[in-house]
């Protein structure tokens, strides 16, 4: 557990990720510390997250955009991962089926939202979306994701497995 800012609470984050994260460059601003209604932005260039407000899941979700920005960059990484998103998404075991709802959502859309999935219209995988959105949806424990998936996060977020 970690504290990345004075206006959010304890995140579980690994204090060794933290510290790569400082190191990177990455800074964290909160522009509503007494409103956890949300939101949140990654700015890559600029190695900036920027919170809308105090809430912790919109803080794991853009920390973990930050993390995913270096290691995406290795195609192999990013194309295992998201063929791990098409797996949890078929997931049967009853333990994790809040990720996989998730994943499935992301490989199929939602017809209630209007939301099409987790692609570009040329058929990109948006991995970084797939990625920020596990990391928050299982509010930074990796013991809530099956095995193929779960190792990772575990770097990023607290985990004795
Ligand atoms: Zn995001």
């Not at 510290?19 to 522009?31: A, E, F, I, N």
């Not at 195609?75 to 949890?88: D, I």
């Amino acid at each position: 557990m970690v504290k990345v800012h004075p206006d959010l609470p304890k995140l579980p984050l690994r204090e060794r990720a933290w510290q790569w994260l400082q190191w990177y460059g990455v800074r964290v601003t909160v522009k509503s510390p007494h409103s956890t209604r949300g939101g949140g932005l990654w700015w890559n260039e600029k190695k900036l997250v920027e919170l809308e407000t105090a809430q912790e899941e919109a803080a794991i979700h853009e920390l973990a955009h930050a993390w995913w920005e270096e290691r995406r960059k290795e195609v192999a990484v990013r194309t295992t991962f998201s063929q791990m998103v098409t797996r949890l998404s078929q997931e049967t075991d009853p333990r994790y089926r809040r990720a996989q709802e998730l994943a499935y959502v992301y490989e199929h859309g939602d017809p209630n939202t209007g939301f099409k999935g987790m692609f570009l219209e040329d058929g990109t995988i948006i991995d970084w979306e797939q990625y920020a959105g596990l990391a928050s949806g299982i509010m930074g424990h990796p013991e809530r994701l099956p095995e193929y998936i779960r190792g990772f996060y575990t770097e990023l977020f607290d985990y004795e497995g």
